[in-house]
């Protein structure tokens, strides 16, 4: 059957992507997923922008791959990916990071040639900071953060090391309800360093929509961001000036979009599923 996209992507280059409650939640693909990116991938150029740091991006494509999505690793960017990617470019000096993360932070950091100062100094006492040096403290979701872990973080910061946070949403939603986000790791580190993070990659913020453009060369003209959630990936896509898709089935629903009076937050266009990128007349 040939495909044809509706008249409002026309001209559209790079689609760009948010995972979770858009194209799969939890392991469950949603509608119109698998056809949608499939189609878009044979003829476009594709790519995955997720605020979740704790897997790696291979850890990512395998799950996109069990689901029947097939991509490659440089179509898929985390806020672990798209941290460790940054600091590598803007950061040439830096070496040591102090991570509160999982292992899909530190193992981006790690492929970028930073040391991972967690690994190198074993069972650091906070007291025993001051001995060794540290560039960086990077924080993402840490679910097995432990006192320690964000007392040396501190430490390294009150020391001098610059505080970059891989994102900053308050919840991770999961079929239950929410679990605590990476936002609420550094709302625990900036109550005690008495400051914000310098830097956050993650969605809202526009780094990591100007990497996927970057990486593909082609402009927010031409780039269109689908995202469930209104005050991350809309506003997101809006700050970085692509075309703004929102996909009910996730987070938003028509109730909260007509709820909110920030017209940054009103999506470009709006899809009941993926499947309506498709021309259905
Ligand atoms: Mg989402």
């Not at 993650?202 to 990591?208: D, N, R, T, V, Y």
């Not at 075309?243 to 009103?266: H, N, Q, R, W």
Request: hydrophobic share 40%; glycine share 8%.
């Amino acid at each position: 059957m040939s495909r044809r996209l509706r008249k409002e992507f026309e001209g559209i280059e790079l689609f760009a992507f948010d995972g979770d409650g858009v194209i799969y939640r939890g392991a469950e693909l949603l509608p119109g997923a698998e056809e949608a990116l499939t189609f878009l991938n044979n003829n476009f150029k594709v790519v995955i922008i997720t605020n979740n740091s704790t897997t790696t991006t291979d850890a990512r494509r395998l799950k996109l791959e069990k689901l029947g999505i097939n991509l490659t690793n440089d179509q898929i960017i985390s806020s672990a990916s798209a941290t460790a990617t940054y600091l590598a470019k803007t950061r040439p000096q830096a070496k040591k990071i102090w991570v509160i993360g999982e292992q899909g932070l530190r193992y981006e950091l790690a492929k970028k040639g930073f040391i991972i100062l967690n690994e190198e100094l074993g069972k650091l006492e906070p007291i025993n900071t001051v001995q060794h040096s540290c560039d960086l403290v990077v924080v993402g979701m840490d679910r097995k953060l432990t006192y320690d872990r964000l007392a040396i973080g501190c430490r390294f910061i009150r020391q001098g090391a610059e505080y970059i946070a891989t994102n900053v949403d308050q919840t991770f939603p999961i079929e239950s309800g929410v679990l605590p986000g990476a936002g609420s790791m550094i709302a625990a580190l900036s109550a005690c360093v008495g400051k914000q993070p310098a830097i956050i990659l993650g969605k809202p913020e526009s780094l990591m929509y100007e990497q996927a453009m970057e990486e593909t060369a082609i402009s927010a003209e031409k780039s269109a961001f689908f995202g469930d959630r209104l005050e991350t990936d809309i506003l997101g896509a809006n700050r970085s000036k692509m075309t703004s898709v929102l996909v009910y089935g996730g987070i938003a629903s028509k109730e909260d979009l007509a709820k909110t009076d920030d017209p940054c937050m009103f999506p470009d266009i709006e899809l009941q599923s993926l499947l309506d990128i498709f021309d259905h007349s």
